[in-house]
């Protein structure tokens, strides 16, 4: 049969190249899978202890006026996060999810072919967002699971346009400190923007976070990002935001759809953003179950990369067969083929329930080697 024949419309060759998310399997699939009762996901990092019931109980009155269309500007959180970081309203962007941002930035900044220097491997959705924008992605290899900040000085060209760092990294969870970061920020160009995703900020130690925020006023041209789907427990809601200069905030509003955050999501935010207190609580529950995911790693010999996120990187000798074999025993973790980081699994911390059942599963998986040997579920990402 002659495909041409029924495939409607031609979509962009560019686009018809691209392959689609994989995201962590669902915890209903996995049940109906493999016959298991209890599932836990460690798989996408999502924030196990809950969300604020603050920001439930906001987003449950807002629901009530379903039938008006949200206010498209988000005043409300834009005007509180601009008091909260001490800038101004103008300098503040909402985003459904941070991913929305991503892409805006991608498809506002890059011409077809222009190029995004970022990590490699990188965050899958800074280099997804490039590709989307018909833009070229210049990666530049971590060193030792970190960003190699020199190289990626070095890699920033005349056809330039963005550069990426996600700070913690994801996969990795490596951290950079306050200082190396602005001696990066110091040598891009101002015609090139500096995107400093901290997606993870709120599980970095007190002793060294910082955020990219305090680079605006001497380097216009850094824009950090921020989300409400880690610490604060919104994921399923979709909401984030960027800080940044009023001309790149001016640039976005203009490709944003004018609608792009619900009326649950923004109340939810802004109630979330209040509350300072159940942030802390989930820094703190993620401090222990993280220190105890490592400790587990440990007893199975397996290699840990230095993590100030809610995951851990763990060094496996088949990472699709130990998801796989996991996986039969209810347990969800992410085979770091999908992330650029084959022989590696990351798992996102969990309840101490959660953590228990990992425990027990990689106990039954280590006596039982045999068993594993299925390379079938590592499909790549690009
Ligand atoms: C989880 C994550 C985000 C969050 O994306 P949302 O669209 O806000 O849910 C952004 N950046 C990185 C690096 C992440 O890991």
């Known amino acids: 049969m002659n495909k041409e024949q029924v495939s409607p419309g031609r979509p962009r060759p560019d686009i018809a190249a691209l392959s689609a998310y994989v995201p962590g399997r669902s915890a209903a699939e996995v049940r109906r899978r493999y016959g298991v009762d209890e599932v836990v996901k460690l798989a996408s990092n999502e924030n196990p202890f809950g969300p604020s019931p603050h920001a439930i109980a906001a987003a449950t009155t807002a629901l009530a006026a379903s039938n008006r269309y949200p206010d498209g500007a988000s005043t409300a959180l834009r005007e509180r996060l601009a008091a909260v970081y001490r800038l101004a309203p103008a300098n503040v962007i909402v985003g459904n999810g ?134 604060h427990g919104l994921a399923g809601l979709r909401a984030g935001y960027a800080l940044a200069h009023d001309n790149v905030v001016g640039t976005l509003d203009r490709i944003r759809p004018p609608f792009d955050l619900n009326i649950a999501a923004q109340a939810a935010a802004l109630a979330a953003l209040d509350d300072d207190a159940h942030v802390r609580h989930v820094a703190r529950e993620n401090r222990a179950g993280r220190a105890r995911l490592i400790a587990i790693a440990r007893r199975h010999g397996l290699t840990t990369v230095p993590s100030e996120t809610n995951f851990v990187l763990i060094q496996v000798d088949d990472s699709a067969a130990l998801t796989e074999a996991l996986m039969a025993r209810g347990v969800i973790v992410r085979p770091g083929g999908n992330l650029g980081m084959p022989g590696w699994i990351r798992v996102s911390v969990g309840t101490n329930d959660d953590l228990d059942r990992f425990e027990r599963a990689m106990e039954l998986v280590g006596s039982r080697k045999s068993e594993v040997g299925s390379n079938r579920d590592e499909q790549p990402i690009h």
């Open 98 to 231: 941070s991913d929305e941002l991503i892409l805006l930035l991608a498809l506002a900044y890059l011409q077809p072919g222009e190029t995004a220097v970022m990590a490699a491997p990188p965050y899958a959705i800074h280099r997804s967002a490039v590709a989307i924008a018909g833009g070229a992605v210049a990666g530049v290899a971590l060193k030792d699971y970190v960003h190699d900040l020199d190289a990626m000085a070095d890699a920033v060209g005349e056809d330039t346009k963005l550069v990426f760092v996600a700070n913690p990294h994801n996969p990795t969870g490596t951290h950079l400190g306050r200082d190396v970061l602005r001696r990066f920020a110091a040598r891009i160009p101002t015609h090139v923007l500096l995107v400093v995703d901290e997606a993870y900020h709120d599980y970095v130690d007190d002793a060294v976070r910082h955020t990219a925020r305090d680079l605006l006023g001497d380097y216009p041209n850094v824009v950090t990002l921020r989300t409400f789907s880690k610490a």
